[in-house]
Each structure stands twice: as C-alpha cells, then as structure tokens.
C-alpha cells in the first residue's frame, strides 16, 4: 500500500508543479499587463516559462502570449470570487498542500531533496503553495457556480454529435466487460498473532522512549509510500482514509503515545499523532501485511477451479457466485461486474484491466470463463485466486450514440461548459480596465477583447 492508496486523493497538476519551481530570473522586471488594478510582471512570466521548461511541460503558440493571457484570466475569476464572497477552506487548503509535498517527497526522495529542487526551504515552498492552491480552488469554484445549471437533453446531445466535424470523432479502441469472482486465501492465524506481537513490541519501544516511531517505520512499515519518510502520511481530514484507521487516529492525543493496532482492509497499522490543526491532522503509522502461504494461495486456486466447474455445468450462474463466495468489495454487490475507476462504467480498454486479467481476458470469448488464476490484489498488495467471465468483447471503432451515447454526453457537457465559461470571461474583459503594453499585444489571444 502506498499513500495514494490509503488515501482519497487527486491527481497532480504539472503546469501548477510548474509555476512554483526554480528562482527569479534575472531579467529587467517591467509590467506586461495589467488587469484592473493588478499587474502582471516580466518576471512573473518568466519564472513561469522556465519553470514549465525544466517541468517538460508544452505550451501552444507563442508562451508569451499564452501565460500572460492564462494568468488575466485567472485574475478575472479571483476578482469574481471576492464579490461573490467565495474563499477557500483553509483546512482543505493545507490538506492539499500536504498532499503536493507529499507527492514531491516521493518522487524526489525525501524533503531534502524537495527544497534543494524547487530552491526553496518547506515553509517559503508551503507558503507558495498555499497560494497556488487557494487560487485553484477559488476559481474551480467561480467556474462550478458559473456552469452548475448545464444539462444534457438526448436531443442536445443528438444534435451536437450530428454537428461534429468526421475528424472530431474519437475513436474508441477495443472494450472489454468483465466479471468477477475473488478469494482471499486463509490467513493462518499464528501470523497473524506474530504480526500483532511485533506491533506491541514496536509500541511499547516507542512508549518506553527506547526507539523513534519514524526509525521503526523506515526499518519495518510494508507501507513503501510513507516508510520512507519516517511513516509521515501529512495533514489529512477524517474522509482522507479508511474510517478505521480514522477511528482510531483521530481519537489520539499525545503524541508520545502510540495507538492500540487497527486492522483496516490493508493490514495491520500502530499510529502516532504528530499535530492536529483543526479538523485536519498530521500522523506516522507501522503498517504490517500478513504473508499469505503458497499452501492457502493453492487451496483457494482448487477451490475457484471447482466454482468454475459449477458454473460451466449450469449449477450456479456466475451472477450467484460473485454475490456469495467472492470476496471482491467492489464487485460482490454488483454481480461481479468490474467497474472502470477512471470512466465510472463497466467498460476497460486492455491496458486499463489489471495485467492478470488481461491475459486471461485476452484469449476469451463473450461467456467464457477463465481458469482459476492468481493476481495482485492492488489495495492490499497481496496475492490473490479469481476466476474472470467475459460479458461482452466491443471493438475498436468510430464512436457513435447507440454504443457511446454517455461518453458523447460528456463530450457535450464539456463542450457547453466551455461555452458558457468563455463567453463570461469575454463579457468580463468588456467590463474590466486592461491594459497590455506594447510588444506584449502581438498575439492571437484565446479570447476576444483584450485590445481595446
């Protein structure tokens, strides 16, 4: 398990990874633009530039026409948020800061390495952040508010889809559906036992003030993610894990002491409480895995194999199996059908299913059931038995409203949304002073109404 695991958290941005990293440049600072009366700065153009340079981060057009204009822009919704009176959670500011930092100490290696990146020591880095976050919240908000009454009639989607240029048709590659069945091997209960044995002796450690938790976590935790730093998980919300682990963390006060071991879907953690600020707060934990024997992975492979022949012959319909003998959480209470995280429907291009049941899948037809085989389960990181039917194989083709009508709806409601917003921000550049100076107006700007 690693942090992204345990924890509900969105994916990183890189132009806003980009727009804190490297120094000021030493270039004569002038003003570029001003909107209202805010000023946009050479130097805040370039700083950008460079930094989305080293991030590998492209651009269309020209970058000088680009960012000056992306930055206006932004302005103009933050100055929409203060009289609307929209702000931003502090809470939830500083839980996605921690969030970033965190992302940043994993793929560079530890918070050494962050500052001497990015150039900046953590508090200037977090401050920075803390800005960069506020403001994409505030103006998500502005633009959620602006768009919240959009809707999509069938007949709207029709027509939109009918107007599409042939070349604006996506393609849509091979999709598969799927259904499964899963069995966790029996975990003898002496390791489990020994697992707990060695959680108690780590707290008492810890307690006694013989060792650091942070040293223990490093030597011990089977959580890659936080191990590393010392099982560091930063500033969190209640939601932000799996509520019991929740329970328990959010309970503790003294962050000398470590909690009592809580079981959770990935295995066995002890927490200690770092700081609390508001509703959010900061813990270490130990997570241990219990090994699953060769022996139990083999009986739950020959106990699958004999569900399959069930199946096969009529005696259970695949449907009856996942409802009462899997073990799958995501699946068990929906027939075993699959569900793509990244789309939200039951349909997976190839490379979206695990590896293992790809392979299985690859070689199936509609109806089919596979073999008993085993795979990763990813939550837990332990090995699995499962058993795989293909619901239905759709090939690789042009999209159209019989087969693709709910990913042509949000094509729609993207293609409205975008509508909607570009005609407020062209309404708002009628209504704010701009003033772009010269050798910064040669552009093809994104909107219309900048040159006035």
């Not at 390791?191 to 942070?214: H, M, P, T």
């Not at 770092?274 to 083999?298: C, M, W, Y």
Request: proline share 4%; charged share 30%; glycine share 4%.
């Amino acid at each position: 398990m690693n942090i992204k695991q345990i924890l509900s958290v969105s994916a990183i941005c890189a132009v806003a990874l980009a727009s804190i990293a490297g120094p000021k440049k030493n270039v004569i600072d002038e003003v570029a633009w001003v909107i209202g009366d805010e000023a946009i700065f050479r130097s805040d153009v370039e700083d950008m530039y460079s930094s989305m340079r080293s991030e590998g981060v492209s651009l269309p057009g020209d970058p000088y026409c680009t960012l000056p204009e992306r930055m206006a822009v932004e302005k103009l919704y933050l100055h929409q948020a203060k009289i609307d009176t929209i702000e931003a959670p502090e809470s939830q500011v500083s839980s996605a800061v921690e969030r970033r930092i965190d992302f940043f100490v994993q793929n560079l290696g530890s918070r050494e390495k962050v500052e001497e990146y990015f150039r900046k020591s953590m508090p200037a880095l977090k401050e920075q952040l803390t800005e960069v976050m506020r403001n994409n919240y505030i103006v998500d908000q502005v633009q959620t508010s602006l768009t919240k009454n959009v809707k999509a009639t069938p007949n709207e989607v029709r027509k939109y889809f009918d107007a599409l240029p042939e070349d604006s048709i996506p393609y849509i590659p091979l999709q598969v559906e799927t259904q499964i069945v899963r069995i966790n091997p029996v975990i003898p209960r002496q390791e489990i036992e020994d697992i707990k044995a060695r959680l108690r002796d780590y707290a008492d450690r810890v307690n006694k003030g013989e060792s650091e938790f942070s040293t223990l976590a490093i030597m011990y935790s089977d959580d890659d993610g936080s191990s590393v730093q010392g099982g560091e998980l930063g500033f969190h919300g209640k939601a932000d894990f799996v509520p019991e682990f929740s329970a328990v963390a959010f309970n503790l006060s003294d962050p000398k002491k470590v909690s009592r071991i809580v079981e959770t879907e990935y295995g066995y953690h002890i927490i200690q409480l770092i700081e609390k600020r508001g509703d959010q707060a900061n813990f270490r934990h130990i997570l241990l895995r219990p090994k699953v024997s060769s022996t139990e992975l083999k009986n739950s492979v020959s106990r699958l194999d004999s569900i399959r022949k069930e199946i096969v012959a009529g005696a259970i319909t695949f449907d009856e199996a996942a409802r009462f003998i899997s073990q799958d959480k995501d699946s068990r209470n929906n027939r075993g059908i699959m569900m793509n995280n990244q789309t939200g429907s039951s349909r997976f291009e190839m490379q979206e299913l695990p590896v293992e049941i790809a392979r299985q899948v690859e070689k199936m037809e509609p109806g089919d059931v596979s073999e008993a085989f085993i795979m990763m389960d990813p939550k837990r990181n332990t090995e699995v038995a499962a058993i795989v039917r293909l619901t239905s194989r759709i090939p690789g083709h042009r999209a159209n409203l019989s087969d693709d009508y709910n990913m042509i709806k949000e094509m729609y409601l993207a293609h409205r949304k975008q509508e909607i917003l570009k005609d407020w921000v062209e309404k708002k550049i009628k209504e704010t002073y701009v003033h772009i100076e010269d050798g910064w107006d040669k552009c093809d700007f994104e909107y219309e109404g900048w040159i006035k």
